[in-house]
């Protein structure tokens, strides 16, 4: 099947919501391209381009793009099958107001460091260090259940969820909770940290190959993003705070294991403390992200 490319420049948004028009309609196991410009739209070139305060406009979107057949109760599967950096410069940034150590008064706000693509494409220049290039997707998601969204915010739809996972090689699945389901990316980052800590990755352009389908009547009732990385699934939760979100995000996983191994919920909550792990993906957006890591050997596929 002929891969469609779908670019920034055909459209793309600033947030999700309940009634977004589709920029182009796929087939159900349709092969895609979205292309996709950095978060900040290109305004960081260079180390004396700062930015007093993260524009209204942040985090442009790709797409969307609607799904045929996608209703509200299914679940969107999107196989991430390649994420490319198509520019030869990062950018990281702290802006006033922004990011975990935000009222440090030894760490400077504004600051930016342009990150040059080197080695081939297989680096990153910081400074006098080289870091791998290891992209990944920071927003992409689908349309919300009722509210609107910014780009900027994660929530059950995925939304800005700046997850390491997000990347070559994984499938992502997500709720539908609008007819099409709407799926839209952007904000990519060349290389990224989990935890995002400044507020930014290297941010920069990318394309990302996908190849979207739809589940319906899925053994699982799916309400957040879910991700399997090949080694392992993990549930995605975004709360106000930390405690809320790891909750979540392990509510969600004994879910999945009660319903894999017939355990009552305090057996799959139990088992969960022997194997699963969580990890954090990003604490700087208006909502903290983590995820709750479980080894296939132990779920084998949850739908």
């Known amino acids: 099947m002929t891969r469609t490319v779908i670019s920034y420049e055909d459209g793309h948004v600033y947030e999700f919501s309940p009634n977004m028009e589709p920029l182009y309609t796929a087939s159900d196991g349709e092969p895609i391209t979205f292309e996709t410009i950095d978060s900040l739209n290109k305004a960081v070139q260079s ?86 290039v290891d992209p990944v997707i920071g927003t992409i998601g689908v349309a919300t259940s009722e509210e609107s969204m910014s780009t900027l915010t994660p929530h059950d739809h995925g939304g800005n969820l ?16 609008q007819d099409g389901a709407m ?53 995605i939760a975004s709360a106000e705070t930390m405690e809320d979100a790891v909750k979540t995000a392990n509510e969600d996983l004994i879910g999945l294991l009660a319903a894999e191994h017939e355990y009552t919920l305090t057996d799959a909550y139990l088992f969960s403390s022997l194997v699963g792990g969580l990890e954090i993906s990003q ?20 739908f």
Request: proline share 7%; hydrophobic share 40%.
């Open 162 to 177: 700046d997850t390491t996972d997000m990347t070559t090689g994984t499938t992502a699945y997500f709720p539908v909770f």
């Open 283 to 302: 604490v700087v957006d208006p909502l903290v992200t983590v995820r709750n890591s479980i080894p296939r050997e132990y779920l084998p596929d949850p």
């Open 183 to 235: 799926l839209a990316m952007g904000d990519s980052k060349a290389a990224m940290a989990d935890g995002e800590m400044c507020g930014t990755g290297a941010e920069i352009g990318t394309e990302i190959d996908v190849t979207v389908s739809v589940i319906s009547d899925a053994a699982v009732d799916l309400e957040r993003p879910l991700v399997d990385t090949g080694d392992a699934w993990k549930t």
């Open 47 to 132: 180390d004396a381009d700062l930015m007093d305060a993260i524009p209204e406009e942040v985090n442009a979107a790709t797409g969307p793009v609607a799904v045929e057949g996608a209703t509200p109760g299914d679940v969107l599967k999107v196989e991430i099958e390649d994420v490319r950096v198509t520019e030869d410069l990062g950018r990281v940034i702290t802006a006033p107001g922004f990011g975990l150590l935000q009222d440090h008064e030894d760490i400077e706000h504004p600051a930016t460091r342009v990150t040059e693509i080197t080695d081939g494409g297989e680096s990153l220049s910081f400074k006098d260090m080289e870091v791998p």
